[in-house]
Nanobody
Framework: QVQLVESGGGLVQSGDSLRLSCVAS????????MGWFRQAPGKERDFVAT????????IYADSVKGRFTISRDNAKKTAYLQMNRLKPEDTAVYYC??????????????WGQGTQVTVSS
């Protein structure tokens, strides 16, 4: 069992940066890939980025490639999403998830409660 708590969201201006954190509790954090997803009002939850349990491989959505960086610190049981050059279209609730290394929400068994990111133009 893994519990996830996100933090770091907020209101920023276009072009600014934010770093989201996802702290896990439970002893099996290192066994899971970690993913970040986002959901804008009235839209489906979309894939943003994922990282393997070792941190050795990552995948990004085309919309964030080159601007966002996913990382993890297994000793701290924490995953991060560094978001640079933010755009208004990045506005959404951001969720972290633990599960299989995948772009699909269905492959993640554990989810955080989400953190709001709002980017003004």
């Amino acid at each position: 069992q893994v519990q996830l708590v996100e933090s770091g969201g907020g209101l920023v201006q276009s072009g600014d940066s934010l770093r989201l954190s996802c702290v896990a509790s439970g002893r099996t954090f290192n066994s899971y890939a970690m993913g970040w997803f986002r959901q804008a009002p009235g839209k489906e939850r979309d894939f943003v980025a994922t990282i393997t349990w070792s941190g050795g491989s990552t995948i990004y959505a085309d919309s964030v490639k080159g601007r966002f960086t996913i990382s993890r610190d297994n000793a701290k049981k924490t995953a991060y999403l560094q978001m640079n050059r933010l755009k208004p279209e990045d506005t959404a609730v951001y969720y972290c998830a633990a599960g299989r290394y995948s772009l699909s929400t269905s492959q993640y068994a554990y989810w955080g409660q989400g953190t709001q990111v709002t980017v003004s133009s």
